[in-house]
């Protein structure tokens, strides 16, 4: 027997318990406090059976009293067991209730009447409530786990007709630096405090879990579907828009979240899940910090992706990638060099970007071998360019992060018979979140080779600028996005500004991409921006086609 099936959820163990159990006084309540169930003697002790639609208010009025029923709204919201000390209306006599939280709603153990047994009794209940609450509530938030979320779906789905329940499936964005930067202790405190903004925003009927790690869901049990679920959703994406304060620090952690309804996007418990799994890829996909209702376009478009990822595994071995290089510029107009850009062909889709592409690898480990065909083929092109031309390769995490990649490129020099400074590796500051020391390590000693260093897309990421003062860098690389607005836009311009005067102060070269019109160029030439990259300047070409343009290059002149 598994695991799993071992340990029950609270409503099913005591619904258990009950039956087996004629002289306890147990009693189970739905969310809305309506009776679902109770233990034989408690059904003759209260006459429920003689009662229409009846309610834990009905069974214990002395709950309606200010402080207990405090309490009882105390467990119903977190989960935590309590004991409750009422006195019968009529006859005075003092009665244990011990309250927990269950998957449906909330139980009520009543302890015996006869007083020399109440404490042991008290002790025993609040030893049952306690491994009961253990074995489906997580322990760092208080949230109820995956068992009692399992056992929840387990026991609702598939929903009776005319009936709606939305799954909500959430992942924090951005979760992950906080545990590499500031330790496990501070994501432990990040997780409590978003398990309360979780909390915060659930109404009636709407109940939330820890999955694992950084996982959580929603079960919702409204009519009004999807439009209660997408509201939910929402809300839930905006409750993390504020920072974290954790030991006196600000972070942020965003949410992005998937939401799937029963019974139209599945009625078992693994289609709703699957279909909630879809919802959450498309909304990190989209951008991440926002939420996703599950539609039947975005399971095609899943399937689609996982077609390419199997196709990715024997691309490389069919000749299917192929290196184009897109011209370095020096203002005026002086060619100093190229970037190599991979491009993949598919055979019956076509041309794959690599935005598309190039994150699959990553994640299935691919990108080392690919990365190191790539620098070869650039190493052995700029081989055949005028002897002071640079080829400029990017480096992936997955390939920087790697064991042995100076070794790699030292040798790959050796191999083609390129000069190490006519190399430059570019790499995105998200390679830098991790292995710090190692880091920088690596990056000296590509230095003491003779390569170059650029930091790729700076001002997109975090932008520290401790990377510009413990990393040899050689050359920073504007991203597009400050270019494009360059000529009307004065922030950006402030910006650009900034960025070419810090590092020439710290002995840096500079790059500006997607360099598309002359008014930009004659601005970034104004600041003394050292080289330009952009479609105006030079489109992506095959190794076959630079000689050709050479050639009619040397003939233009900027103006």
């Known amino acids: 027997m598994r695991d799993d099936d071992k340990t029950l959820s609270a409503s099913s163990s005591v619904e258990r318990y009950s039956f087996s159990q004629k002289d306890e006084l147990i009693s189970l309540y739905d969310e ?5 169930d109770c233990s034989p003697r408690h059904s003759k002790t209260y006459f429920v059976d003689s ?19 405090a309490a009882v709204e105390f467990v119903f919201a977190n989960g935590v067991p309590r004991n409750i000390e009422i006195a019968d209306a009529t006859t005075a006599e003092r009665r244990s209730l011990l309250i927990f939280r269950t998957a449906r709603g909330i139980g009520v153990i009543e302890a015996e009447r006869h007083s020399v047994r109440r404490q042991a009794s008290n002790q025993s209940d609040n030893d049952r409530a306690l491994l009961l609450h253990q074995a489906t509530h997580d322990v760092l938030t208080g949230l109820a786990n995956r068992r009692q979320f399992s056992d929840q779906l387990r026991d609702t789905l598939p929903v009776p007709l005319g009936a709606k329940l939305a799954l909500m499936q959430i992942d924090l964005d951005d979760f992950k630096p906080i545990n590499d930067t500031l330790g496990h202790g501070a994501g432990d405190t990040v997780l409590k405090m978003a398990a309360e903004r979780i909390r915060s925003v659930l109404g009636e009927r709407e109940l939330a879990y820890r999955l694992a790690g950084d996982e959580f869901a929603v079960i919702q049990w409204k009519v009004d579907q999807p439009r209660e679920a997408e509201r939910l959703a929402d809300a839930l994406v905006d409750v993390f828009k504020e920072p974290f304060t954790v030991e006196g620090i600000n972070v942020f952690v965003g949410a992005s979240v998937g939401v799937a309804v029963a019974p139209g996007d599945g009625n078992e418990i693994e289609q709703l899940m699957k279909a909630a799994d879809i919802a959450l890829y498309a909304a990190k996909k989209d951008g991440r910090g926002r939420a996703r209702t599950f539609s039947r376009s975005m399971l095609i478009v899943l399937e689609q992706r996982e077609m390419l990822r199997r196709s990715l595994r024997t691309a490389l071995q069919d000749g299917q990638f192929f290196v184009e290089y897109q011209p370095l510029v020096r203002p005026p107009f002086s060619i100093v060099g190229f970037e190599a850009l991979l491009r993949w062909r ?3 889709v076509g041309l794959i970007p690599p935005s598309v592409f190039i994150p699959m690898a990553e994640s299935d480990g691919l990108m080392s071998e690919i990365g190191q065909w790539v620098l070869e083929q650039a190493c052995r092109a700029a081989a055949t360019w005028p002897a002071h031309f640079t080829v400029a390769v990017n480096l992936s995490s997955a390939e920087f992060l790697r064991e042995g990649l100076t070794d790699r490129v030292a040798q790959t020099l050796d191999a083609v018979g390129l000069r190490a400074d006519r190399l430059e590796l570019e790499i995105t500051e998200s390679v830098l979140l991790e292995r710090t020391t190692n880091n920088l390590d690596t990056l000296n000693t590509l230095n003491v080779l003779g390569v170059q260093i650029s930091l790729d897309d700076f001002g997109t990421y975090y932008s520290s600028l401790s990377y510009l003062k413990n990393f040899p860098f050689d050359t920073i690389k504007i991203d597009k996005y400050f270019i494009k607005d360059l000529e009307s836009d004065e922030k950006s311009q402030t910006i650009v500004r900034f960025i070419i005067a810090l590092a020439h102060g710290l002995g840096m070269r500079v790059t500006a991409e997607g360099v598309e019109t002359r008014g930009q160029i004659t601005w970034l030439q104004k600041e003394g921006c050292d080289q330009l990259q952009g479609y105006f300047l ?12 050479l050639r009619q290059s040397s003939s233009f002149e900027f103006r």
């Open 32 to 36: 809305s406090f309506h009776l679902i």
């Open 51 to 69: 009662l229409v639609d009846a309610t834990l208010w009905h069974v214990y009025p002395e709950l309606l009293a200010p402080k207990a029923k």
């Open 346 to 348: 598919h055979p019956l």
């Open 538 to 549: 030079g489109v992506p070409m095959p190794a076959g086609a630079i000689e050709e343009f």
